[in-house]
């Protein structure tokens, strides 16, 4: 391992090259982590689960909204899991906060975190208006049901070259985020950064890192389906693991 320093032009912020078991260390960490603290850890993982499942409740007859929903998830993970952040940053100090301190995080460079935000909510919202586009040219305009248009998809595999082209759009999507936001969140709650510095420190995370991150991107994509498909119960134990990885990742990428 070794580092890579910023060019003259930016913030003398230095960026580690890692190895392809970085990821596993993050992830043996966050365990760790959650082991240290679990109470506060595990409700934030049940938070996600019995919030998600209310909201795909409620979209599951809106077949556009509810794929919405699931993949945009994706996309507002990284600030949702900022108060994950802060109990990792914690154990570091040798401290053990209560859920509601950690909650404190959020008003530690408050105005950075609400305009990077602002941008994953312009992003998602992005994603919902080419979903809602999609799904009503595929629909004709008209009121399809959202069973029985779930059920062609999933089931009964139609609509294939609707399915490659929303996936890949989306694919291309969670990639241009993932890579503003693999350390974007933590960097900016550990340093008191701007939202701009931030995300060029990520970006050149990444282009120091190609191999690795991509794993570290499937990771992230595998658990957190592996969470969906167990009606999202999995991610109580799952979205804090994964959580605090991303704090750990920030720390051995970021010198």
């Not at 070794?2 to 990821?23: C, E, M, N, Q, Y």
């Not at 019995?50 to 409740?57: A, E, M, R, T, Y």
């Amino acid at each position: 391992m070794h580092t890579v320093f910023s060019g003259p032009g930016d913030a003398a912020v230095g960026i580690r090259r890692i190895d392809a078991r970085a990821p596993s260390r993050w992830l043996e960490a966050a365990w760790q982590d959650i082991r240290h603290n679990p109470l506060p850890s595990l409700a934030y993982g049940l938070l996600f689960a019995l919030g998600g499942d209310l909201i795909l409740l409620s979209l599951v007859s809106h077949p556009h909204l509810l794929t919405f929903a699931i993949s945009g998830f994706f996309l507002v993970a990284p600030l949702l899991a900022g108060g994950l952040y802060e109990l990792s940053r914690a154990r570091e100090q040798g401290e053990k906060p209560l859920f509601i301190e950690s909650l404190c995080a959020f008003r530690r460079n408050g105005q950075s975190l609400a305009l990077f935000g602002l941008l994953l909510a312009l992003t998602a919202l992005l994603w919902e208006r080419f979903t809602a586009i999609a799904f009503a040219l595929l629909s004709g305009g008209g009121a399809f049901a959202g069973s029985a248009l779930l059920s062609e998809i999933l089931i009964g595999g139609e609509h294939l070259a609707f399915v490659a082209t929303w996936s890949i759009v989306g694919a291309l999507l969670a990639t241009f985020v993932f890579a503003l936001a693999v350390v974007s969140v933590p960097m900016i709650m550990d340093r008191n950064c701007d939202p701009v510095s931030a995300m060029a420190t990520s970006l050149r995370a990444v282009a120091a890192n190609p191999g690795p991150l991509a794993l570290w991107a499937v990771l992230i994509v595998t658990l957190t389906l592996t969470g969906f498909a167990t009606l999202l119960f999995g991610l109580v134990v799952l979205m804090p693991m994964l959580g605090h990885a991303s704090w750990h990742a920030y720390r051995e990428l970021v010198e």
